[in-house]
Nanobody, 123 residues
Framework: VQLQASGGGLVQAGGSLVLSCTAS????????MGWFRQAPGKERELVAV????????YYTDSVKGRFTISRDNAKNTVYLRMSGLKPEDTAVYYCAAASFATAVTITDRYDYWGQGTLVTVSS
């Protein structure tokens, strides 16, 4: 699976962005998908995950109520809608495809990773 993430950019605090991740190659619709982020000097952290059919999602506490993960299997695309952005959301955001269909929260279960897209939130 090849993953191409896009949609990052510079936004003011309180603003919104929508990240997209389009997959090609092996079947997309059978895999759980996730968004992760890595801020400068910090470890990569899980942001949100979604099951293969989209019926199950998980969010890290810091983004609950502000971010929404969704997917369109017909378009082989997973989205991360971000609103109420804060400076602490600044990071490189990565999408990843899991080796399972469920909403996988274990980083090691993700086999394929996109190249990352930078989100910068100014105060």
């Amino acid at each position: 699976v090849q993953l191409q993430a896009s949609g990052g950019g510079l936004v003011q605090a309180g603003g919104s962005l929508v990240l997209s991740c389009t997959a090609s190659g092996r079947p997309f619709s059978t895999r759980g998908m996730g968004w992760f982020r890595q801020a400068p000097g910090k470890e990569r952290e899980l942001v949100a995950v979604i099951s293969s059919g989209g019926g199950s999602t998980y969010y890290t506490d810091s983004v609950k109520g502000r971010f929404t993960i969704s997917r369109d299997n017909a378009k082989n695309t997973v989205y991360l809608r971000m609103s109420g952005l804060k400076p602490e959301d600044t990071a490189v955001y990565y999408c990843a495809a899991a080796s399972f269909a469920t909403a996988v929260t274990i980083t090691d279960r993700y086999d394929y990773w996109g190249q990352g897209t930078l989100v910068t939130v100014s105060s």
